[in-house]
Every structure is written in structure tokens, then in C-alpha cells.
């Protein structure tokens, strides 16, 4: 299986279930974990920052980009960024559903990107199932924040930290609680 073959198929949200997909994951996961403990072993400079980034995620990422490690992530290969993104230390992404985060977004400590969830039933339990989350422009992402597979952000909202994202939110909104419910809306030139 290739990255792209392997991004084709979460996009059906199919169970991860096969002998193949499984092997895949666990050799990506390893590579993730060599390039992450590298990353989280020592200081790094901005730009090696970037460097070590652009290796986990397989691509060029943002010279706008700031991210202060540690960074944890269990595949690497399906994280997008927009321009001016900044993520703070101890973040969590379980990227195998896809992750995007758009222009300007803001993501504070410690916070959870779980794109997988397990079936419901004790049957289906041993099965992952995974769904993209994505981030509009401006997002600001409070600490210690987790946000839930298939969940979108819209441009410029806010999630208060300590949220847990269950559902999608709609743009120029504050978001908080467990689950996390809409506070109030954002008023232009807030």
C-alpha cells in the first residue's frame, strides 16, 4: 500500500481493518515516531523545526509555520497547513483521517486532533473507522482542547479551552464544555 493509496481509501470511512491497511499503519507509525523523537530529543531552530516537519508530513511546509516541539503525531503523512499557523507544545495529531488546518489558525497547548474513532458494538470494537478534521482560516484552538473525528472548524472561530469538539462549529462562533456547545457568536471587530 502507498500513502496515496492509503489516503484514497480513509476517505471512504471504511473500517481500517484489513491485514494490509494494519502493516501500513504500524510502518508508518514508526517512521513518525523516528522523525518525532528527533524533533522532541533535543533544541531545534525554527527552521530545523520546519525541516523535521516537512520530513513527517512528506511535504514543504509554510515558512510561516511556528510550532514549539514537543509534537507528537502517529502517522504524519495526512496534516495540511495554511500560511501563519502556529502550534504549541505537547499537540497531538492522529492524523490517519486527515487533519487540515487553514491560514492563521492558532492551536494552544496540549491539544488532541483524534481522527479515528472504534465501532460501537463489541464486535465491531477492534475496528478503526477514520473521518477527516478541518480547520477554517483563523481558527483559535484554546488548551488542552480535543477535537473529535469528522469535525469542521469554521473560519475565525474559537473552542475555549478544556473543550471537547464532538460537532461540527459554524464560523464566528465560541465553542466550550464537554461536549462543547456554542457560547455566543463573534461580533465583527472583536
Known amino acids: 500500500m502507498t500513502i496515496r493509496e492509503f489516503k484514497e481509501y480513509v476517505k471512504t470511512g471504511r473500517a481500517l481493518s484489513t491485514d494490509d491497511i494494519h502493516r501500513f499503519m504500524d510502518e508508518m507509525s514508526d517512521s513518525a515516531r523516528r522523525i518525532t523523537f528527533r524533533l522532541n530529543a533535543a533544541y531545534h531552530t525554527p527552521d530545523e523545526v520546519r525541516a523535521l516537519l516537512s520530513e513527517l508530513f512528506g511535504y514543504g511546509v509554510p515558512r510561516s509555520l511556528r510550532v514549539f516541539p514537543p509534537f507528537y503525531t502517529d502517522f504524519g503523512r495526512n496534516i495540511t497547513l495554511g500560511e501563519n499557523v502556529f502550534i504549541n507544545a505537547c499537540c497531538h495529531f492522529q492524523d490517519h483521517g486527515g487533519v487540515a488546518i487553514g491560514d492563521g489558525c492558532q492551536i494552544g497547548h496540549n491539544v488532541v486532533f483524534a ?24 481558527v483559535w484552538v484554546g488548551s488542552n482542547s480535543t477535537i473529535l473525528q469528522g469535525v469542521t472548524i469554521g473560519d475565525n472561530a474559537v473552542v475555549a479551552a ?29
Not at 116 to 138: C, F, M, Q, W
Not at 165 to 184: C, E, L, M, Y
Open 162 to 190: 478544556g473543550a471537547v469538539v464532538t460537532r461540527d462549529v459554524a464560523a464566528n462562533t465560541i465553542v466550550g464544555g464537554v461536549p462543547a456547545k456554542a457560547i455566543r457568536k463573534i461580533a465583527a471587530g472583536e
Open 115 to 138: 481522527t479515528l474513532n472504534h465501532g460501537l458494538s463489541a464486535e465491531d470494537r477492534k475496528n478503526t473507522y477514520p473521518a477527516p478534521i478541518v480547520l477554517g482560516k483563523n
